[in-house]
């Protein structure tokens, strides 16, 4: 991954592809929550701990962490977290693609107002170089 | 916009308690190791509440509305830790929170 022209840190090789997995769990953690929502619906407390799509809404939880340690293992928070923001655009997606909502061109613009919002506020500023 | 006011509050208290579930976890992290970290173990619970009212309030919202009112924790967990933690606030994430804020009222009310 490193050639001559990358810095340590930078994002780049194998965690591209963990930090894509981690994006997908975390928006799969969202699905899975609706998908348990449907299976509950009217229920309560109970119904909800009963439904197995609460247990796989955990089990992304934990996978979406899993993939975030190896993220941070080869690159710097600074560069990796700001790509979370894409987890509101995929899961506008999904909403339409999984569950028939209409998306409007209001959600679009929302959306990405969003994502440029949590983008800004994942990124810190980069440290001086020494 | 669907779902009822009840659903509505189930929905925004997940938000707040995401960022108490923060708050309380940063804390946890502060202490020493070695022994059992019970302000850990209640970030950990809270986080585990906010799943369960997550679920609640998706059994009559929309996915996308509840997706795009969860983003506002990356607005309230800031202002939470300049508020209760006297943490510095960076005009950036100031930016950021109104940013996301519109971004928020556009997707809800845009038409």
């Known amino acids: ?130 | 916009m669907s779902g009822s006011l009840v659903h509505w509050a189930a929905l925004f208290a997940s938000v707040l308690l995401a960022v108490a579930s923060q708050l309380v976890l940063r804390v946890g992290a502060r202490r020493r190791r070695g022994s059992v970290n019970v302000v850990t173990a209640a970030g950990l619970a809270l986080f585990g509440a906010v799943t369960v009212l997550m679920v609640y309030a998706l059994q009559a919202i929309d996915l996308k509305s509840a997706i795009a009112v969860s983003s506002l924790t990356y607005v309230g967990t800031p202002l939470a830790e300049r508020v209760l933690l006297g943490e510095h606030l960076a005009r950036r994430t100031l930016v950021a929170c109104h940013v996301i804020l519109a971004g928020v009222l556009v997707f809800l009310y845009g038409g």
Request: charged fraction near 10%; charge should be neutral; aromatic fraction near 10%.
């Open chain 1, 1 to 130: 991954m490193t050639g001559p022209e990358s810095r340590p840190g930078d994002l780049a090789g194998a965690a591209i592809g963990a930090l894509a997995m981690a994006v997908l769990c975390r928006s799969l953690v969202f699905v899975f929550a609706k998908l348990a929502a449907l299976g509950s619906e009217g229920g309560g407390l109970v119904a909800i701990l009963w439904n197995p799509w609460y247990w796989a809404e955990l089990g992304a939880l934990a996978a979406q962490s899993g993939f975030w340690i190896l993220v941070l293992r080869t690159t710097r928070l600074a560069v990796a977290y700001p790509t979370t923001a894409l987890v509101y655009a995929l899961n506008l997606a999904w909403a339409w693609a999984l569950f028939g909502e209409s998306v409007t061109p209001a959600n679009l613009v929302g959306c990405g107002i969003i994502v440029v919002g949590v983008a800004i506020a994942a990124t810190r500023a980069r440290e001086p170089s020494p």
